[in-house]
């Protein structure tokens, strides 16, 4: 119901965009969030915006460089990431829970994307 898109390769200090689409019901009503992953790692919070999208909130790692954003009437959310690093190199997940949650913690969200890999080259 959630599908990541828009990983890739990319040099350090390039740009990637994430997509996260909803399907199968809408999402219009959650708070979303952006997870990552890197090899032998837990999850780790990147991003995360209410359902008006009127309230973001980022990891301090990414904090300046990566933009949460959402458009409801096309049941997405996206991931601008800028200036990436080596250590931005992960699997990425979008990720749904309840607005009321709005949390930074992998276990209180819902639903799950597959996934989307990102690798940064130095």
């Known amino acids: 119901q959630l599908q990541a898109s828009g990983g890739g390769l990319v040099q350090a200090g390039g740009s990637l965009r994430l997509s996260c689409a909803a399907s199968?019901?809408?999402?219009?009503?959650?708070?979303m969030g952006w997870f990552r992953q890197a090899p032998g790692k837990e999850h780790e919070f990147a991003a995360r915006?209410?359902?008006?999208?009127?309230?973001?909130g980022y990891a301090d790692s990414v904090k300046g460089r990566f933009t949460i954003s959402r458009d409801n009437a096309k049941n997405t959310v996206y991931l601008q990431m800028n200036s990436l690093k080596p250590e931005d190199t992960a699997v990425y997940y979008c990720?749904?829970?309840?607005?009321?949650?709005?949390?930074?913690?992998?276990?209180?969200?819902?639903?799950w994307g597959q996934g989307t890999l990102v690798t940064v080259s130095s």
């Open positions: 915006i209410t359902w008006s999208g009127g309230n973001t």
């Open positions: 990720a749904a829970t309840s607005d009321s949650v709005y949390s930074r913690e992998p276990t209180d969200y819902d639903h």
């Open positions: 199968g019901r809408t999402f219009s009503r959650y708070a």
